[in-house]
């Protein structure tokens, strides 16, 4: 059984990780800064990261099509997005972005390399009622 989950699952170390952090994600792995920062996350952020094996490939490694569930101006509705699709059996991260001088929170359901994924991936979050839901490639 691995550390982070026993730590998480299980209580032992008391939650914590060989470092002493709380285990927030029993199945959570490392990743470079860099790597971090081209999925979108921000520096030392913890979040869910939907990949497949397709996500490796593409002729921009920069660019990923990323499955926006709904982009709001009040967190709080960002966080109630969050939890109905979390309840739906589909994860996802808020990300903070600025447009045009204007701070959004995104519900991100996945950020793929092949566009196909991302549709795959959008016709679950709209069959589970979010209407809204569209995807960005940046």
């Known amino acids: 059984m691995p550390e982070s ?3 998480y699952y299980e209580g ?3 939650g914590k990780d060989q470092f002493g952090r709380n285990v927030a994600n029993p199945a959570g792995i490392d990743l470079t800064p860099e790597t971090a920062k081209k999925l979108g996350l921000a520096y030392l952020q913890n979040a869910w990261v939907i990949f497949t094996t397709d996500d490796f490939g593409g002729s921009n490694p920069e660019k990923l099509y990323k499955v926006i569930a709904g982009s709001f101006s009040d ?3 960002a966080l109630d997005r969050e939890a109905y699709l979390e309840s739906k059996g589909i994860e996802c991260i808020i990300m903070q972005v600025t447009v045009s001088g204007k701070t959004y929170y995104r ?5 793929y390399r092949e ?3 991302a549709e795959a991936r959008l ?3 709209k069959d589970a009622g979010v209407t809204d839901a569209f995807i960005v490639y940046e």
């Not at 519900?107 to 950020?111: D, E, F, K, T």
């Open 75 to 77: 967190k709080q509705n």
């Open 12 to 14: 032992y170390n008391n």
């Open 107 to 111: 519900v991100q359901a996945g950020a």
């Open 5 to 7: 989950y026993a730590a």
């Open 115 to 117: 566009r196909a994924n």
């Open 123 to 125: 016709q679950e979050v």
